[in-house]
């Protein structure tokens, strides 16, 4: 996913398949990744799309605090609603002391992804 800007350039934002639909508005998780990689005692994040009986999808956070550093979920939420629109606040955030991560380093976010669509009859 991207964009051209007035004067041609081409900036990407996004994976198609990485994009959460929430109410029928698209959500970039990179976006919201991006924040979050800026708050004060964040080691990495990952965000993703898990179900939501309402919205289809609802925004889900898991963050790897720093070492030594204790966050709570609301700290997060907090930072973010002064950050990104709020319909992008995750509404759920868990804390991860490692994320798992592919041979290559990249946080392997199907593994975190899929035990909330375990089951489901639908996979957005």
Known sequence: MGYFDEDGFLYL???AKD??????VNIYPAEIEGE???MPGVADCAVFGIPD?????AVCA?????PGI?????????FL????AGYKVPKRVDLAAELPR????????????EPFWAGMERRI
Do not use: H, T
Not at 19 to 24: A, F, L, P, V
Not at 53 to 57: R, T, V
Not at 81 to 84: D, F, I, K, L, P
């Open 70 to 78: 204790e966050l709570s979920e609301a700290e997060v939420k907090a």
């Open 81 to 84: 609603r002064g950050q990104v």
């Open 19 to 24: 994009m959460i639909i929430s109410g029928g």
């Open 53 to 57: 009986e309402e919205y289809g999808e």
């Open 13 to 15: 934002c996004d994976r």
């Open 62 to 66: 898991v963050v790897q605090p720093m």
């Open 102 to 113: 592919e041979d290559s380093g990249k946080i392997f976010k199907r593994k975190l992804r």
């Open 36 to 38: 979050l990689a800026k």
